[in-house]
């Protein structure tokens, strides 16, 4: 029977399974805050869907100052791509925007990367994924295990996102992604949204523990809906002026 009690049951043993990636977690934790306390910025992207990764590590309460958000939509937002290029549904799989979301991004050498897709096959994926090692970033993917074990890799280079990383964290999410079966064949209710965003919340965490544990203050946002946040705020961002997209 579909519900949210049914998808609520579903997802809970999901979210425990993400939560106890305690050895991935440290060892990207680790890139991440040594890129930044070395003047580092984090890039995140994720195309289709999985950009809502990106979204929850950039610029919202609680989450790390220096952080860049990547999409797909760089191209005719910062770039010179027009607009209508944007109508595409499948602009996502094509590798030659990654060189430009990459140059867009005017990355610094000590930048980590993110990279979040369910399938991780995708050309804009793999191929910034490629062009981030070919650059010397370490990079972090999240994707789903089963679903890049279970289909073909589409970019030209034969390679999943999986294969590039340095340490790759599992979402948990099936293959599909969907988990309550329709009467008569299919599924309904996504997974990786879920899971995906607490990965991006358990990541943040570990990466402030690690500030912490040094003695430093980590740069996290404050609400701005709260009294002197916005002041706050600014402030932490000017250490990145130029840096941050949301920045002069």
Known sequence: MISAAAYAERLRPLLDSVACQSEALDQAADLI????????????????????????????????????????RDVAIHGDAPLSALADPKLERDPSIAHQIYALAAPSPSDVFVVASQSGIHGSVVELALLVK????????????????????????????????????????????????????????????????????????????????????PPVYLSASVPGGDAYNHTLESRYAGRLRRTA
């Open 33 to 72: 805050a040594e890129a930044l306390r070395g003047d580092g910025v984090l890039q995140a992207f994720g195309a289709g869907h999985s950009e809502v990764v990106a979204m929850e590590l950039t610029g919202r309460a609680g989450g790390l100052v220096p952080v860049n958000r990547l999409s797909v």
């Open 134 to 217: 070919e650059r010397g970033h370490s990079l972090i993917a999240i994707t789903s295990v089963e679903h890049t074990t279970r289909v073909a890799a589409s970019h030209p280079s034969g390679l999943r996102l999986s294969e590039i990383a340095d340490v790759v964290l599992d979402n948990g999410a099936p293959y599909g992604d969907a988990l309550l079966p329709l009467q008569g064949g299919g599924l309904v209710c996504a997974a990786s949204t879920v899971t995906s965003a607490l990965l991006a919340q358990l990541l943040t965490a570990e990466i402030v523990r690690r500030f912490q544990a040094v003695g430093e203050v």
